[in-house]
């Protein structure tokens, strides 16, 4: 990386949303007279990945988090919204192209190799169909090469998955994804299938890696611990939207929206210093039937009239974006 | 200490196959005291929840108890006839699992499900049932009991579920309970709230835990001691504060290193800005039941291996407080 740095964002997304059609069918609503239903899972997100950062995308299940990494990778449609890749809108006809400079790693390492193919043909099948080889020798060789880089030899590349353990298989899932040398990856908790050892194994390969190859990572995850490991900067999704985005060291020694702190604190204290938690009340609300105001004001302890009926933006505070009114008004110290 | 509420010794839990007898758990002892919490660590396939099921007679055939003796409150009960068994389960041992809604039967309301539950084990009206069930449900913190007593499990959410499934468990007032990863499948603020009430009803009830888990936060909040399992062995056993902060077993301590912790900035500003930090990483993984290194299982993976590990299995040694088995700490037979 000889060339000065780049300060353009790699990644914009602005105002994204995705709505779920989660109707009955169409002849039961006819019948019935019921209307349309609609599931916002992503609601108006805004942000940008800077080159060669790690941003971490965290939250609880059903907040959205995933669906951001499929609209980004293109598996999904945004609803509404700009998604810009390098400064191109990847809406626009001919943008796909832009795609083979991003690649993704899931979460299940079971589920996200094909049982019939060899390691060799899983790894090659982004060299060949990109076309970045020019003869089958030199398939074979990077092949090689890619499994050595994340940890495995040369040889497997004529096994099957199913003789891999998990932490294997995450392996081959990493070498497939960096097969198609992208300079961005989206991982959509690429550790929570596994083992605390294995885990461990994996982000040090994931750390090691962005390391060498200068790469760019999204990382989706619920686990605020493994992020805190991984992370630059941090953005806490509540209920499709955004709640707070720091940088990590802000964030877990700052936290400042009500909900940051609740998920910080609810991490299970490993250095059992005795202090008291407070559990916290609630559940997050049915995504069909998002609350009015501000998502969280249920839960929160510091929600007033305004947080129930205006919902707040994500504004600056310091170094961070937080949408909390409570925050901006001053009424909770940050 | 008082009379041991359950007692382990020397258990094995064999699966013959067509390859030969595999031994998925290997000789481990312990005993649990009333109102004790105990939990049991390991990673995939250590044999924790085989432990676990072979305690309230569940083994899965071809699985069996292949050695060894359990004993609740001083009576043998690996012994005894399926019949037997049945009436202790629920009356002196309840479980919880981890998958709150494959353990509730979906054709029943809640309510019907405990009224049941507590007539099969004790002798009551109807009306007492259900003034129990509801007095339960509350002692579970599930709001508006009386309104949800006819709700079907899936009108509730995961972690309401899991709640309803402590409830069941706690039907009949048993003396000991099994609970199979708990919290697992919850949310991280959900995960808090159930563990404060296990705890909190293990104090109340005097009853006693064996928590099984793979989520060493969850284990350094709720329990008393702790057992760490590889391979199908006891690695370590001690007060829990003991095995988290001063872990003896070569293992323990790459597993304890292993977790990734919130970080601490203090240390983290200090050091080179430009490396990340990795974590501790344990080379390999665990050894398929198939082939079990002789010795100490864990010698191949092990940073400190020397003479005897490869040759003898090492018994549990006094290390500290706590029981751990690893040549470091005790003398080889010669």
């Known amino acids: 990386m000889a060339n000065p740095p780049d300060n353009r964002p790699l990644l914009r997304l602005s105002e994204v949303s995705k709505d779920f059609d989660v109707s009955r069918p169409w002849l039961n609503r006819v019948l019935e007279g019921t209307p349309q239903q609609l599931l916002r899972a992503v609601d108006g997100m805004s942000f940008e990945l800077r080159r060669g950062e790690t941003l971490a995308l965290v939250g609880e299940s059903g907040c959205g988090k995933s669906t951001v990494a499929r609209l980004i990778v293109g598996l999904y449609a945004p609803t509404k919204g700009r998604i810009e890749f390098d400064g191109i809108d990847l809406g626009l006809p001919g943008a796909a192209a832009l795609r083979r400079r991003m690649q993704m790693i899931f979460q299940d390492p079971y589920a996200s190799l094909n049982p019939r193919w060899r390691v060799m043909d899983i790894v090659a099948e982004p060299i060949r169909v990109l076309g970045l080889a020019k003869s089958p020798a030199e398939i074979v060789d990077r092949v090689g090469k890619l499994l050595v880089q994340v940890g495995l030899a040369r040889e497997d590349r004529e096994k099957y998955p199913h003789e891999f353990s998990g932490g294997q298989r995450q392996r081959i899932s990493i070498a497939r994804a960096l097969s198609g040398s992208p300079e961005f990856l989206v991982c959509d908790e690429p550790t929570s299938a596994l083992d605390v050892s294995v885990q461990a194994q994996i982000l040090n390969l994931m750390t090691t890696l962005q390391e060498t190859l200068g790469l760019t990572y999204l990382f989706i995850s619920h686990n605020l611990a493994v992020v805190s490991h991984v992370a630059d900067r941090v953005g806490v999704m509540y209920l499709g939207r955004l709640a707070e985005l720091s940088d990590a060291d802000e964030l877990f020694a700052r936290p400042k929206h009500p909900y940051t702190r609740m998920l910080l604190d609810a991490i299970p204290d490993l250095a059992m210093s005795g202090k008291a938690r407070t559990p916290v009340a609630g559940e997050v609300p049915n995504p069909l039937d998002p609350p009015a105001g501000c998502a969280f004001h249920p839960r929160c302890p510091h929600a007033n009239e305004r947080c129930r009926v205006e919902r707040p933006a994500p504004l600056p505070h310091g170094t961070s974006l937080v949408a909390c009114h409570a925050v901006h008004e001053g009424r909770i110290r940050a | 200490m008082s009379e041991p509420l359950l007692e382990v010794k020397d258990l094995r839990v064999e699966f013959p196959t067509r390859r030969g007898t595999l031994t998925a ?310």
Not at chain 2, 39 to 57: N, P, Q
Not at chain 2, 166 to 171: F, K, R, V
Not at chain 2, 182 to 194: E, F, H, N, R, Y
Not at chain 2, 207 to 212: F, G, K, Q, R, Y
């Open chain 2, 25 to 334: 758990v290997d000789g481990i002892s312990f005993t649990i005291a009333p109102g004790e919490v105990l939990g049991v660590v390991g990673e995939s396939g250590a044999g924790k929840s085989l432990t676990g099921m072979a305690i309230i007679g569940l083994l899965e055939p071809p699985g069996r108890i292949a050695g060894g003796e359990i004993r609740l409150e001083g009576r043998r009960i690996d012994t005894l006839p399926y019949d037997e068994m049945r009436r202790i389960r629920g009356r002196r041992i309840g479980a919880i699992f981890q998958d709150p809604l494959t353990s509730l039967n979906p054709l029943y309301t809640i309510g019907e499900q405990l009224v049941e539950t507590i007539q099969t084990h004790l002798d009551t009206s109807p009306q007492q049932a259900r003034s129990r069930a509801l007095a339960l449900l509350g002692e579970v913190g599930i709001p508006a009991a009386e309104s949800r007593f006819d709700h079907y499990p899936h009108q509730f959410s995961g972690g309401m579920r899991q709640r309803v499934v402590i409830a069941l468990a706690l039907c009949a007032e048993p003396r000991l309970i099994v609970a199979d990863e708990p919290t697992t499948a919850l949310d991280v603020s959900i995960q808090a709230q159930i563990i404060t009430l296990l705890k909190r009803l293990a104090r109340d009830h005097g009853t006693a835990v064996l928590l099984i888990t793979h989520d060493m936060g969850v284990i350094a909040e709720t329990a008393d001691r702790v057992a760490v399992m590889y391979a199908g062995r006891i690695a370590e056993i001690g007060p829990v504060r003991e095995v988290i902060h001063a872990p003896r077993h070569p293992y323990s301590v790459g597993l304890m290193g292993s977790i990734p912790k919130i970080r601490e900035y203090a240390t983290a500003a200090s050091g080179d800005a430009s490396k990340r930090p990795r974590l501790v990483q344990i080379e390999g993984s665990m050894p398929r039941l198939t082939a079990i290194p002789s010795g100490c299982a864990f010698h191949p993976r092990c940073p400190k291996r020397f003479e005897p590990c490869d040759r003898e299995r090492p018994e549990l040694f006094v290390a500290g407080a706590n029981r751990t088995a690893c040549w470091l700490y005790g003398e080889p037979t010669r």
